[in-house]
């Protein structure tokens, strides 16, 4: 009976629910009191300990891991089918990256990559030109604060367990199943991050119940050409339960695909609102960091209200 579900994102396979529920809630509780809540703060999180909410992390990082593997998977084990949105997927990225990145040298390293994929393709094929632009990509300033060999294990993992969910039908229903465990008609709550984003969009198209708020972060969903396109149902449309969407996002995180989501869901009027631009400083795609801002604890403290007799201070 969560009344607040949370949906974690990419590269958490060495994660379990209880420490991504520990590292989320304090910052989550955290947002909702500088935003002037106490008592519901109080409620979600207190002195370590959850409060009297129920908020639940609808955790399926597992999922990504085989029983026999020694470390994270690598990209060359992908199907074939796998392989051609993780492909797209690098070049979708960096596109964003050339077109909106706030630091000139993160544009000049995306545009970089884009030229030397197109002179490559010409003459070999797109998969011979790839190379450069994930080598570029960890340049850019979030990425390169890693490490170079980190920010790259890192981006592939991304890359590729995104690649995964959207072509492997069993491991999609057995995400979603992870999801609908913790949705009851008691939910008020469904938040998203990164890949989560997606999982949730489309957990709440399956519910048979109203949901008063769906929040997305760090969203990839409106990537054109490849995750929108593999959404379902199609075509996608705001999800007929959700009674308010708020999508977040920090216009220097790459994966987040779009800053305004409202032409590609078509749905009631002002169910999806216009997304809110948000600064996550050095760490833009960071889940903890988005959580803490004060749009989000504007819309939580909302939902919460209107769900059920909660005093939200």
């Not at 094929?125 to 994930?134: K, Q, Y």
């Not at 072509?167 to 008609?185: F, G, M, Y």
Request: proline share 6%; hydrophobic share 40%.
């Amino acid at each position: 009976m969560a009344e607040v579900v949370l949906v974690h994102g990419i590269g958490q396979q060495q994660q379990t629910p209880d420490s991504l529920e520990q590292a989320w809630l304090p910052q989550l509780a955290g947002g909702v009191r500088l935003f002037g809540c106490p008592d519901l703060a109080d409620q979600l999180w207190r002195a370590s300990r959850p409060g009297e909410l129920d908020v639940r992390m609808a955790f399926y990082g597992d999922l990504f891991v085989k029983d026999d593997q020694q470390g994270d998977a690598d990209d060359a084990d992908l199907p074939e089918r796998a392989q051609r949105i993780f492909d797209t997927l690098e070049v979708e990225i960096a596109q964003h990256a050339a077109e909106r990145s706030t630091d000139p040298h993160d544009r000049r390293e995306a545009e970089r990559a884009l030229a030397a994929l197109v002179d490559q393709a010409d003459q070999q094929g797109i998969g011979a030109g790839l190379r450069p632009v994930l080598n570029s990509l960890v340049r850019i300033r979030p990425l390169a604060r890693l490490g170079t060999a980190f920010a790259g294990s890192v981006l592939r993992t991304a890359l590729r367990q995104v690649s995964l969910y959207l072509s492997d039908d069993v491991l999609r229903e057995q995400v979603q199943a992870r999801v609908a465990a913790h949705l009851t008609p008691d939910t008020a709550v469904l938040i998203g991050h990164s890949l989560g984003s997606v999982v949730a969009y489309e957990a709440a198209h399956r519910l048979g119940h109203p949901l008063p708020l769906l929040l997305t972060l760090g969203s990839p969903l409106g990537l054109r050409n490849i995750v929108y396109d593999h959404l379902r149902p199609q075509p996608p449309t705001v999800p007929p339960q959700v009674r308010r969407w708020v999508n977040v996002a920090d216009r220097d995180d790459i994966v987040a695909a779009s800053l305004d989501l409202t032409s590609r869901f078509p749905g009631d009027h002002g169910v999806l609102e216009n997304t809110y631009t948000v600064d996550n400083g050095a760490r833009p795609h960071d889940a903890t960091f988005y959580l803490n801002k004060k749009t989000v604890a504007q819309a939580i403290t909302a939902a919460l209200a209107t769900s059920r007799p909660i005093d939200v201070g």
